[in-house]
T-cell receptor
């Protein structure tokens, strides 16, 4: 079965520093990977996706993610964190069977301190 | 842009009561979904509707029913609420199964 793991419940980073939120995946066949962000009391918003091609994917709000097939990872990154980036981040993988629905990770809370 | 609209935003029920969560999208999307979000468990799919007229079980369907009323609307019903159904419920939609989902703002349900 397809799955993603987010090993960190919380990531703390100072404003202006680079940030990384980790995600590893397990999937049969080609991986279709996604990152979503959830701000307090809001629904999830799509950030970026990897389907095929370049291993570095650029998304919204200056975020990017690096796909690494050998390490089965899809880490979310940003060169310089902002306090407003503080939110809950979810990694997801598309189930390659049947309807191909999304399977989400448990989420990582990012706290950016001033 | 309304996007995905869920009602109600908050609800408190007693064990055994029933209720329906309503969801509507105005983006002409084919696929719609109901998720629940619980601390430490991420989002889990309850039911989905790949297209108008079809519904299928997701990961945690027990205790729930759904209706895809038309292309715009997808409702979630709890026939006999249980404390284990205390959660935040999210409706989402997508054009097809592209993985790019649009979410509503959530409905916080407490079952006493």
């Amino acid at each position: 079965a397809q799955s993603v793991a987010q090993p960190e419940d919380q990531v703390n980073v100072a404003e202006g520093n680079p940030l990384t939120v980790k995600c590893t995946y397990s999937v049969s066949g080609n991986p279709y990977l996604f990152w979503y962000v959830q701000y307090p009391n809001r629904g999830l918003q799509f950030l970026l996706k990897y389907i095929t091609g370049d291993n570095l994917v650029k998304g919204s709000y200056g975020f990017e993610a690096e796909f690494n097939k050998s390490q089965t990872s899809f880490h979310l990154k940003k060169p310089s964190a902002l306090v407003s980036d503080s939110a809950l981040y979810f990694c997801a993988v598309r189930d390659n069977t049947g309807f191909q629905k999304l399977v989400f990770g448990t989420g990582t809370r990012l706290l950016v301190s001033p | 842009n309304a996007g995905v609209t869920q009602t109600p935003k908050f609800q408190v029920l007693k064990t055994g009561q029933s209720m329906t969560l309503q969801c509507a999208q105005d983006m002409n999307h084919n696929s719609m979904y109901w998720y629940r979000q619980d601390p430490g468990m991420g989002l889990r799919l309850i039911y989905y509707s790949a297209s108008e007229g079809t519904t299928d079980k997701g990961e945690v369907p027990n205790g729930y029913n759904v209706s895809r009323l038309n292309k715009r609307e997808f409702s979630l019903r709890l026939e006999s609420a249980a404390p284990s159904q205390t959660s935040v419920y999210f409706c989402a939609s997508s054009i097809q199964n592209t993985g790019e989902l649009f979410f509503g703002e959530g409905s916080r349900l407490t079952v006493l």
